[in-house]
């Protein structure tokens, strides 16, 4: 894919659904009794990746043009695959699904691509063991493929190593099936899209809070059906606020977007470096906070970004290393290692391609030094594959100073989340 400078951004847009909530409506509404109706489905790579093996596993689960409905069996209604579930480039689905099947009465093997079978597992591994759950690294060197028998569950009180929410989803997965309550403590709240919906599906669960992160579930509930509108995925909405923000004489209007409390740092910090960004129509639906963003082109002042923010803007670092570029000073991202071992070494992908386009940046363990601001031009960009670096490169590309065009290799994998992000970035300008 080239693209090339724009002048101006205006328009309105309104982002897929929310890839975290999609993921977990599909794993909820096949284990709760009745049929769960979807709208607002990110129709995406990785979401179709948990709808497969949900029907591998049995669920009847019919996909129409404006929603999705899954016939739920209850709790007790999984049936083995006929054979390896096969989880495609989703971290959110194997490590998700590794604490649900722990609960099972059948044999059964997650697996998934080459980037998959990279990925660290043995946070999610250990602490299941620690719930009595029989799994393991089938090449033991903590990967996947993971090897998941039958046994018994018991509840546990557990503190997580890591703030991750899939880390925390597969243990309160594997809760509902203990012999008591499972408690999950976490280092710093991380997204709780598990815990909201578990809740509004009948489940006993307390929330954690910013100032005690620990989630407690009771097990025993059977889960209801229900209704779900999933809102805008916020850190799809990102790229376009980033677009809207360092792009001259811009201005876009993005519609429904998810602003819940552990996602929402990059409004927090994209505020604090001067961004003027407004919010309108205010909502909430079965816990989770929406509202429409008004993005206005702005003058950035650089910020320190680490800390306790950092889980709730993970996957937007990249995208906030290429907004850094155009902002006065020298921006600081730290306590981001977990960048490293994500879908591609972000950290090292940023860096190498913002250099490539003339930037000021410098490599940290755990994250970057951005000084600013300073003119892009154009490049060759490497992305490994990796959707979240293909997309931040196209913004980067929206103020290249050259009259040759920005090339993201590999631009195809933004199917894996937003399979129409070039239409929308288009409609634009």
């Known amino acids: 894919m080239k693209l090339s400078r724009a002048m101006e951004l205006k328009g309105e847009i309104k982002v897929p659904g929310d890839k975290s909530i999609s993921h977990r409506s599909i794993m909820l509404g096949a284990i709760a009794e009745g049929d769960t109706v979807i709208r607002g489905f990110l129709k995406s790579a990785d979401c179709n990746s948990t709808i497969k093996a949900f029907k591998a596993m049995g669920i009847e689960i019919e996909e ?17 695959p006929a054979s390896y579930l096969d989880c495609g480039n989703s971290g959110t ?19 998934g691509d080459s980037s998959i079978q990279k990925r660290p597992m043995r946070r999610v591994i250990e602490p299941l063991q620690q719930m009595g759950a029989k799994i ?21 009180n557990l503190k997580t190593k890591v703030a991750s929410a899939q880390v925390k989803s597969a243990i309160l997965m594997a809760g509902l099936y203990a012999d008591g ?3 999950v403590r976490e280092p710093i709240l991380s997204r709780n899209h598990t815990e909201i919906m578990l809740k509004s599906f009948g489940a006993k669960i307390s929330l954690g809070t910013v100032d005690d992160p620990t989630t407690v579930l009771e097990p025993g509930n059977a889960l209801e059906a229900r209704e779900i509108n999933v809102p805008g995925d916020i850190s799809s ?19 429904n977007v998810g602003i819940n409390s ?15 960004i407004s919010l309108f129509d205010i909502k909430e639906t079965a816990g989770e906070k929406c509202a429409d963003l008004l993005i206005k082109t702005s003058h950035l002042k650089a910020a320190n970004i680490g800390g306790e923010i950092i889980p709730s803007l993970i996957d937007e670092l990249p995208l906030l290393a290429v907004i850094a570029t155009q902002a006065e000073g020298t921006t600081v991202i730290k306590d981001a290692a977990e960048l490293k071992v994500k879908e591609s070494d972000r950290i ?16 940290a363990d755990d994250g970057m030094i951005i000084n600013g601001p300073t003119p892009l031009h154009h490049a060759k960009i490497a992305t490994m594959k990796d959707h979240r670096i293909a997309m931040s490169f196209s913004i980067a590309s929206l103020i290249n100073q050259d009259v040759q065009s920005v090339e993201i290799l590999d631009s195809g994998s933004v199917g894996i989340s937003y399979p129409m992000f070039y239409r929308d970035l288009d409609s634009l300008k």
């Open 181 to 183: 309550p499972v408690s």
């Open 237 to 255: 909405a990102a790229y376009f606020i980033a677009a809207g923000l360092i792009t001259p004489d811009s201005e876009i209007m993005l519609r």
């Open 348 to 363: 090292a992908l940023t860096v190498n391609g913002l250099k490539a386009m003339g930037a000021d940046v410098t490599a």
């Open 136 to 156: 393991e690294s089938m090449k033991g060197n903590g990967s996947a493929p993971l090897a998941v028998h039958p046994s018994s569950l018991k509840g546990m």
């Open 93 to 111: 689905t194997i490590r998700i699904l590794s604490g649900l099947l722990s609960g099972q009465p059948f044999e059964s093997v997650l697996t």
């Open 64 to 80: 129409e043009e404006d929603k999705i409905i899954v016939h739920g069996k209850g709790l007790h209604g999984l049936r083995a």
């Open 262 to 276: 552990t996602r929402d740092g990059i409004l927090r910090v994209l505020k604090e470096m001067g961004a003027d």
